[in-house]
């Protein structure tokens, strides 16, 4: 038995909100939650490449003293990225999920650690998306899959994976789901119709998750910094020998 702990977050990449301007309270609610968790494996999206450096990278050489590994995907205009990173990383493989959209995995204490960060309200495309992810992962017994599903868990792409037997860690540990977006300082960006949807729901809606299949759940959380999106964390029990 092994112990592996991972989080996601994805970081915000918007004209309004520079990254530039948050990536030292981002790396260090990063910094934070690998004191107290000492993260295996990080996955991190809307990652950009900016003036003053590429974000993933000064992330990754923050807390781990590497690169990590990112691939440039969705709005590459925008020098958007997707990736891992962790303290012992040595390879991560990008999937093509098709729609301009790429997964990135690894491998961690012997489970295979993916991130995704499907399509924006595009529901074909984001079902699209889950079954290229889905298929890949079909073969690995252990396995978590996290990152931003861009829907409710009730939508096609979240009951994909439910239906492929993984679980939330938030449903393994009888959690109540948070909102994971927005958060109060990003409020502001939603568009009418989304402000109206959020109010109809509560406030916000829960888009982001860790799920796990064949690995047992000790802990999970989650934790805000300046994203519009709040940050998930989970702490793990694997079967890989240590």
Known sequence: MAELSVASW???????????????????TLKEVHRIHALGALGIMEVQETLLGHS???????LFGNDGAWQLHSRKKRKEHIGLAGPEIEEVEFVELGHSKYAALTQAEGVTVATVHLRKKRGQEQVEQMDALLERLEEESQVVL??????????????KIWRQNYRSVFTELSMKRQYTVPTPEFKGMLT???RVGAFVLGGGVNVDDIYVRGVDVI?????????????????????AAV
């Open 192 to 194: 009418r119709p989304e």
């Open 56 to 62: 993933g990278q000064m992330i990754a050489q923050a």
């Open 219 to 239: 802990g999970a959380g989650y934790f805000k910094g300046r994203s519009d999106h709040l940050g998930v964390w989970a702490d793990l029990e694997t079967k």
């Open 10 to 28: 994805n970081i915000l990449l918007d004209g309004n909100y520079p990254q530039e301007e948050r990536i030292d309270d981002i790396i260090g």
């Open 146 to 159: 996290m990152g931003d599903f861009n829907g409710i868990k009730l939508q096609r792409p979240r009951q």
